[in-house]
């Protein structure tokens, strides 16, 4: 955060002041979100909850993204992004509450999600306002490097709230704070913890400057609403540029999260690694994808986004060897370069798809019609991962399906959009 703060604070300008603040307000509200999920699954366990619950704690807080789609995007649009990043932390804040006072944690964290289905689109649609389109490769860069750190310190963050150290040293020698008849197990004083997270980011929200509202909609019925992001989903499918950007952002989102998956069982077979071990392996695709994002940001101006899709193709491939390493050191290197591989083509398609949908509807729409299908994308391919378990394919197997999955769509993709020109 000090380099970053660094960075910005060279142009004394109110547009970078304004993505400092933004930058700020996105980490601690991610670094939140992440944090929470741990807390979550560790109020389950406490409540003795079913097993199956943990997993599916991810799949209510993901489904706010799919069901609001059609409407989150003409809310964005409608205020100014500020206000509705302001709005969107306060939602999450009634849902941590909520958790902290014995709301079931499923519905507790799904309410959360819905404040997080509501800030998305603000979140970036708010960097084609307040920055030119040279600047968007490098904005998505920070924007994108931060939300990985998040994702990582809120892991590690969760982990230490939730843990016996806090519950034997803090919880009990504060003898319980008076909050809901008392705060004495890690769990709840965790969730307490993080619910001042979400305040840190809805203070920094309420400081972003009000800038003009484009692309509001006269007709906000329901019916509308619907009918417009079936307009703006097609629209942008059909635009060559549009078509790619999302394409891609739908696959990495998607193979992403399967790649979690699929890593803490290789790491089990390939590597002998325990579930602790194997979880710090996936936090090494995350560094990765920092790295590439940097990268990326610096060496890829948005006229030629496209020319960063064989990196995908060269991903898939780097994943395919994961069925030849036995050395947990080698793994290491492996899963740092997929993913910067993956950074580095994330990054400018994540630009050049806010750019054309600045262009075609208003950031906020396309940034929901994003969204819609990146989580869908999310379903599916964890669905395909789950499938393939259950007829009792190897883990190899998966891997090697997996990695020519994305290599050759990604190929595809090369083929099909390699020459088009922003």
Not at 48 to 76: C, E, R
Not at 88 to 93: C, E
Not at 158 to 182: K, P, S, Y
Request: aromatic share 10%; charged share 10%.
């Amino acid at each position: 955060m000090i380099l970053v703060y660094a960075e910005l604070h060279k142009a004394n300008n109110p547009m970078t002041r304004s993505f400092n603040i933004i930058l700020a307000a996105q980490f601690f509200s991610s670094l939140a979100d992440n944090a929470l999920l741990f807390a979550a699954i560790a109020l389950l366990k406490n409540l003795d909850a079913p097993s199956w619950q943990t997993p599916v704690l991810q799949q209510f807080f993901v489904f706010a993204f799919i069901v609001l789609a059609p409407f989150v995007g003409a809310f964005s649009d409608a205020l100014p992004k500020g206000q509705v990043m302001f709005i969107s932390n306060s939602i999450k804040m009634v849902g941590c509450t909520a958790m902290l006072l014995g709301l079931h944690p499923l519905l507790a964290y799904g309410f959360v999600g819905i404040g997080a289905a509501l800030y998305s689109p603000a979140k970036y649609g708010i960097l084609t306002e307040c920055l030119p389109a040279h600047r968007l490769v490098w904005a998505n860069g920070w924007m994108e490097g931060l939300t990985v750190a998040a994702i990582i310190l809120g892991a590690i963050f969760g982990g230490l709230l939730i843990g016996h150290r806090v519950e034997d040293q803090v919880v009990q020698q504060l003898g319980g704070l008076e909050f809901n008849g008392g705060i004495d197990t890690a769990p709840e004083f965790a969730i307490f913890v993080i619910l001042g997270l979400y305040l840190v980011a809805a203070i920094l929200n309420y400081f972003i400057p009000k800038l003009p509202i484009e692309h509001t909609l006269t007709n906000r019925t329901p019916g509308f609403l619907l009918t417009d992001f079936w307009r703006s989903f097609l629209s942008l499918w059909k635009d060559p540029l549009g078509q790619v950007s999302l394409a891609v952002t739908s696959l990495f989102w998607g193979a992403g999260t399967s790649l979690r998956f699929i890593i803490l069982a290789w790491a089990a077979v390939a590597l002998k690694l325990d579930l602790e071990q194997s979880t710090q392996l996936t936090a090494l695709v995350a560094v990765g994808l920092a790295i590439g994002s940097v990268v990326a940001a610096k060496a890829v101006p948005l006229e030629h986004a496209v020319n960063v899709l064989p990196l995908g193709i060269g991903m898939g491939f780097v994943v395919l060897g994961m069925v030849f390493v036995t050395d947990w050191r080698l793994a290491v290197l492996m899963l740092i370069l997929i993913g910067s591989l993956a950074g580095s083509f994330l990054i400018p398609m994540n630009a050049l798809l806010q750019h054309r949908g600045h262009q075609l509807m208003g950031s906020g729409h396309s940034i929901a019609v994003q969204n819609f299908n990146e989580n869908l994308s999310i379903l599916l391919m964890l669905g395909a991962y789950a499938l393939m378990i259950d007829a009792g394919f190897s883990i190899n197997t998966i891997v090697i399906v997996f990695g020519l999955f994305v290599s050759v769509t990604m190929g595809w993709l090369t083929k099909k959009h390699g020459h088009d020109q922003d």
